[in-house]
């Protein structure tokens, strides 16, 4: 079955850093998305981004399908970025795949 | 307003015990999902729903069922709740732009908590 690995699983910034999170898939994905999942557990798509490269606010998402991965940049980290990022995949019927997240602390 | 609402946020059964999680949509969506969050791992897919009465299994669909009898509203039953299903649950719903293209956003409801014993 398809298979999405998130790495790393744990990153410590201090505040100001940029991140850099990545997600390798077993096969062909129709769609990629990325999510936001806060300490208190609530999810929101922050991107989605089947290939290519796509920007929004100080989020960078590059996806290079045929080498079946993608990475998610994180520019001037702030202490309310901290939560999980969770990559997520779509093998082409619409069931997402996701991966198990790579959690992140801002340290001010 | 987008959003997607579960009902009930916290939930405590024993085991043997069904279980009723229900979910709703204000979006028109077609495409539902139950997803289940265990603690180290990602979400699992329970079922998906591509509309009314076109539910499809996922990943994990053992022990549980699904109804979908409006496009807004996708329950999951739970006949005889064991505890190994207890973990966090979520409702997501999605409008689906076609393959390959951008911005088949999912939607995730605030997750309903259950705990078997």
């Known amino acids: 079955g398809q298979q999405v690995q998130q790495s790393p699983a744990s990153l410590v910034l201090q505040e100001g850093e940029n991140a850099e999170l990545q997600c390798n898939f077993s096969?062909?994905?129709?769609?990629l998305q990325w999510f936001y999942q806060s300490p208190g557990g609530s999810l929101v798509s922050l991107l989605s981004?089947?290939?290519g490269t796509k920007h929004t606010g100080r989020l960078t998402s590059t996806t290079v399908t045929k080498e079946r991965r993608s990475s998610l940049h994180i520019s001037s980290s702030q202490t309310t970025d901290s939560g999980t990022y969770l990559c997520a995949i779509d093998t082409g019927n619409y069931k997402y795949v996701f991966g198990a997240g790579t959690r992140l602390k801002v340290i001010a | 307003d987008m959003k997607v609402t579960q009902m009930p946020r916290y939930l405590i059964k024993r085991m043997g015990e069904n279980v009723l999680l229900e979910c709703g949509q204000d979006m028109s969506h077609e495409t539902m999902y139950w997803y289940r969050q265990d603690p180290g791992l990602g979400l699992q897919l329970i079922y998906i729903s591509y509309d009314v009465d076109s539910n499809s299994e996922g990943d994990i669909p053992k022990g549980y069922r699904v109804s979908r009898k409006k496009r807004e509203h996708f329950s999951l039953i739970l006949d005889s709740a064991k505890t190994n299903q207890t973990s966090v649950y979520f409702c997501a719903s999605s409008l689906v732009l076609g393959q390959g293209v951008s911005g088949n956003t999912l939607y995730f409801g605030e997750g309903s908590r259950l705990i078997v014993v």
């Open positions: 981004n089947p290939s």
């Open positions: 096969s062909t994905a129709t769609q």
